[in-house]
């Protein structure tokens, strides 16, 4: 059991780096076939997933997580930025668009996970000078739905399909002094996580995790 955080405890996100792209796998790779299809889009095999995180550029691209009391990690959010060639054009300025997908392991929903990643990626959005959040997913994807209806998206349907955008505020002292918060409480709680799983598996309570 991965011992997902509490309804009465605040969830918080954590930047992941290069070195965690074996967990990132990991998660990915314990969604079932639903799970799957709704993330991707499609149904991806274990091979497929793992050539997908191998092709992350952590320097280029943020992802996100939430780590269990156990340290698990049992959401990602992956905000991908649209490269300068294919940005839109508006007004004679080219604008920065950055898509986001998340994930979150089934024996943790309900908790605002999926919401608490999207809120992240999206102040990060607002302090590098994002002016549009896109999100592509099935319409069938409640989570996903709730998510983009929850922040004031505005959502296209398509044959089966949605596109979602908001509209990002600029960066303020306030916006850059809250991300800056968020990710030393994050760092600080991922420590004492990692120090414990460490402990416990050392005196043999715990199996290494990947």
Aim: proline share 3%; with cysteine; hydrophobic share 40%.
């Amino acid at each position: 059991m991965n011992n997902p955080p509490s309804n009465h405890r605040t969830v918080l996100v954590k930047e992941l780096s290069a070195r965690h792209r074996s967990r990132v796998s990991h998660h990915f790779s314990s969604l079932d076939q639903h799970d799957r299809i709704l993330r991707f889009g499609t149904h991806l095999s274990n091979e497929s997933i793992s050539n997908y995180v191998k092709g992350i550029n952590f320097e280029l691209d943020k992802v996100f997580g939430v780590f269990s009391y156990s340290f698990r990690l049992v959401g990602v959010g992956h905000l991908a930025f649209v490269p300068r060639a294919d940005r839109p054009l508006v007004d004679g300025v080219i604008q920065k668009v950055a898509e986001f997908g998340v994930s979150v392991s089934s024996n943790a929903r309900g908790l605002g996970i999926g919401s608490k990643l999207f809120e992240r990626a999206a102040i990060h959005c607002r302090n590098a000078n994002v002016t549009t959040l896109y999100m592509h997913c099935l319409s069938s994807n409640q989570t996903m739905m709730h998510i983009a209806k929850k922040a004031g998206m505005e959502i296209h349907r398509d044959y089966g399909e949605a596109d979602a955008y908001l509209t990002v505020l600029p960066a303020d002292p306030g916006s850059v002094i809250q991300e800056a918060m968020q990710e030393q409480v994050a760092s600080l709680d991922y420590s004492l996580k990692a120090n414990t799983s460490s402990v416990l598996n050392f005196l043999g309570f715990g199996k290494k995790k990947k």
